[in-house]
T-cell receptor, first 113, second 115 residues
């Protein structure tokens, strides 16, 4: 099975930087995703890491350490529209060409003026 | 085309009805997924199809029946549902055979209400 942990809620100020952590335990690891989800909408893909290190995409960056089972999503220059749930999801190989994507419970980020 | 298209967007059905949810992608992905998401909860995996074969069935009740007619289409047949089955049903797809270049794309979901 898989175990994915991330904080339930975070609050940050507009214009600031926030880091959302995710730890995981899994077998057959094949990558870690971060998704943004606004209430009532489908998740939107933000990033995918399969190798160690930092991936930067504009205001969003994602980091992975496979040996530590650890990832973080870094959001810079926060905007009010960044208020959403951020889901960490682990892709694992389950055999016979099959992959399974398992989500953490999500971190609800509130951006305040 | 990086879209996963789900129809209908909204569905209200009675407990004795039979309905189907549809999902379509044209990205050449060979893995397709059905997720169920209740309010304020993460998506929960229901089924995974890999190369048009059901590879994972997460102990979902038989009133949910998946079907993968071809590599681009995924259906979820619904019959005799219960009010607690009301949720957002999400379809996703990913490139099963090339994990080093994998992104999982989601459809916009079908908001299902069982009355």
């Amino acid at each position: 099975g898989q175990n994915i942990d991330q904080p339930t809620e975070m609050t940050a100020t507009e214009g600031a930087i926030v880091q959302i952590n995710c730890t995981y335990q899994t077998s057959g690891f094949n990558g870690l995703f971060w998704y943004q989800q606004h209430a009532g909408e489908a998740p939107t893909f933000l990033s995918y890491n399969v190798l160690d290190g930092l991936e930067e995409k504009g205001r969003f960056s994602s980091f992975l350490s496979r040996s530590k089972g650890y990832s973080y999503l870094l959001l810079k220059e926060l905007q009010m529209k960044d208020s959403a749930s951020y889901l960490c999801a682990v892709l694992a190989y389950s055999g016979a060409g099959s992959y399974q994507l398992t989500f953490g419970k999500g971190t609800k980020l509130s951006v305040i003026p | 085309d990086t879209e996963v298209t789900q129809t209908p967007k909204h569905l209200v059905m009675g407990m004795t009805n039979k309905k189907s949810l549809k999902c379509e992608q044209h990205m050449g992905h060979r893995a397709m997924y059905w997720y169920k998401q209740k309010a304020k909860k993460p998506p929960e995996l229901m089924f995974v199809y890999s190369y048009e074969k059901l590879s994972i069935n997460e102990s979902v009740p038989s009133r949910f029946s998946p079907e993968c007619p071809n590599s681009s289409l995924l259906n979820l047949h619904l019959h005799a549902l219960q009010p607690e089955d009301s949720a957002l049903y999400l379809c996703a797809s990913s490139q099963a055979s090339n994990p080093s270049n994998t992104e999982a794309f989601f459809g916009q979901g079908t908001r299902l209400t069982v009355v």
